[in-house]
């Protein structure tokens, strides 16, 4: 687990938070740059840590993580200052935490710990977030994490295929490069570049996508007749599925709840109008425009690539939902960032 600067100050705020406050010998134990960090406290076992700078907005991805451990409960998430009202429903959801005011919930019996209400007085400033991780370069990391081998194509070959300005992408290298997960070897006509550590890419990818860029594309809200959508005909070039529906139709687990669309910011209405749906905030159908070229991302069918279909998923927190998108992960994105 290689964790960022500003990880390692908060999982570092943290432990020293906890520990004066309980009063416990809480050690951090680290076995080097790739392996998990752990959290000692007397009397358990070690707890896996799970650091979110986010401040609890990754917790779907924390909650799958539990899922994947298959044994519950022996992780903790380290976040920044977490409010009362906060801690008890991390409290209600048996999702172990501690922050950096020394706030926290532990239950591995014989030891119960949860302390809640404490503020913090050294708030760490979060770095600014890299271009890569910013709207623009979200769409161009899409691009490189679905199709293998497009990061050694020219930067002008990359501007056209995923739509953004060439400096963008020269941009975007560049972080990937810094952050270390893009490796440089050879020079000239021998420069190749190759993406590492994708799975976390992936996960970083994930998270900002739901905070970042997909907020943006959000079109709007509808409703249908009941069912509407299971005899529905999308055109893949006007509108593919995403979400719920298209983890139903990659996996018969789930009855989805909301209706996700991904269509052409400009011709909404192929949508619309043939499956008569109307406007209402409330309806559980919703609209999001396209953020890729067709040409180089194509459709699986009639649905979105499967990464975004996970992404979707992961952006809800619904249990199920995180099932199913491990499910989708295990069949369809595991070899697509496998390490070479």
Same mark, same amino acid.
């Given at each position: 687990?290689?964790? !960022?600067? !500003?990880?390692?100050? +908060?999982?570092?705020?943290?432990?020293?938070?906890?520990?004066?406050?309980?009063?416990?010998?809480?050690?951090?134990?680290?076995?080097?740059?790739?392996?998990?960090?752990?959290?000692?406290?007397?009397?358990?076992?070690?707890?896996?840590?799970?650091?979110?700078?986010? #401040?609890?907005?990754?917790? $779907?991805?924390?909650?799958?993580?539990?899922?994947?451990?298959?044994?519950?409960?022996?992780?903790?998430?380290?976040?920044?200052?977490?409010?009362?009202?906060?801690?008890? %429903?991390?409290?209600?959801?048996?999702?172990?935490?501690?922050? /950096?005011?020394?706030?926290?919930?532990?239950?591995?019996?014989?030891?119960?710990?949860?302390?809640?209400?404490?503020?913090?007085?050294?708030?760490?400033?979060?770095?600014?977030?890299?271009?890569?991780?910013?709207?623009?370069?979200?769409?161009?990391?899409?691009?490189?994490?679905?199709?293998?081998?497009?990061?050694?194509?020219?930067?002008?070959?990359?501007?056209? @295929?995923? #739509?953004? %300005? +060439?400096?963008?992408?020269?941009?975007?290298?560049?972080?990937?490069? /810094?952050?270390?997960? +893009?490796?440089?070897?050879?020079?000239?006509?021998?420069?190749?570049?190759?993406?590492?550590?994708?799975?976390?890419?992936?996960?970083?990818?994930?998270?900002?996508?739901?905070?970042?860029?997909?907020? @943006?594309?959000?079109?709007?809200?509808?409703?249908?007749?009941?069912?509407?959508?299971?005899?529905?005909?999308? @055109?893949?070039?006007?509108?593919?599925?995403?979400?719920?529906?298209?983890?139903?139709?990659? /996996?018969?687990?789930?009855?989805?709840? /909301?209706?996700?669309?991904?269509?052409?910011?400009?011709? $909404?209405? %192929?949508?619309?109008?043939?499956?008569?749906?109307?406007?209402?905030?409330?309806?559980?159908?919703?609209?999001?425009?396209?953020?890729?070229?067709?040409? !180089?991302?194509?459709?699986? #069918?009639?649905?979105?690539?499967?990464?975004?279909?996970?992404?979707?998923?992961?952006?809800?927190?619904?249990?199920?939902?995180?099932?199913?998108?491990?499910?989708?992960?295990?069949?369809?994105?595991?070899?697509?960032?496998?390490?070479?």
């Amino acid at each position: 687990m290689i964790l !960022t600067n !500003t990880e390692r100050a +908060l999982l570092e705020a943290a432990h020293k938070a906890f520990a004066e406050q309980t009063g416990l010998a809480v050690e951090l134990v680290e076995k080097g740059l790739e392996q998990p960090a752990f959290l000692k406290i007397p009397d358990i076992d070690a707890l896996e840590v799970i650091v979110d700078e986010g #401040g609890g907005k990754n917790l $779907p991805a924390a909650l799958l993580y539990r899922k994947w451990l298959q044994t519950p409960n022996r992780y903790v998430v380290v976040l920044p200052q977490v409010t009362a009202p906060k801690a008890d %429903a991390l409290r209600k959801d048996e999702i172990q935490f501690i922050d /950096t005011a020394g706030n926290g919930y532990i239950n591995q019996p014989p030891v119960y710990l949860f302390i809640k209400g404490n503020k913090t007085r050294n708030v760490i400033e979060a770095p600014a977030t890299p271009r890569a991780f910013k709207q623009t370069g979200l769409k161009v990391l899409y691009a490189l994490l679905c199709k293998p081998g497009l990061e050694n194509e020219t930067y002008r070959t990359i501007a056209a @295929k995923t #739509g953004v %300005a +060439l400096g963008m992408v020269d941009w975007v290298v560049k972080d990937l490069q /810094t952050l270390g997960f +893009l490796l440089e070897t050879g020079s000239g006509r021998n420069r190749q570049l190759r993406l590492l550590k994708k799975e976390r890419l992936l996960e970083r990818w994930i998270t900002a996508y739901a905070e970042q860029l997909r907020p @943006k594309l959000l079109l709007g809200r509808y409703r249908g007749a009941v069912g509407w959508w299971e005899n529905a005909n999308l @055109k893949p070039e006007e509108a593919q599925w995403g979400g719920e529906v298209a983890a139903a139709k990659m /996996t018969s687990y789930l009855k989805p709840a /909301t209706v996700t669309i991904y269509v052409d910011r400009n011709n $909404p209405a %192929a949508v619309l109008l043939p499956n008569r749906l109307v406007k209402d905030p409330n309806g559980e159908v919703e609209l999001v425009a396209r953020f890729w070229q067709p040409e !180089t991302i194509a459709p699986s #069918g009639d649905m979105v690539h499967p990464l975004l279909v996970y992404a979707d998923l992961m952006a809800t927190g619904n249990q199920r939902n995180l099932e199913t998108a491990r499910m989708i992960y295990d069949q369809h994105l595991a070899q697509l960032v496998r390490e070479d």
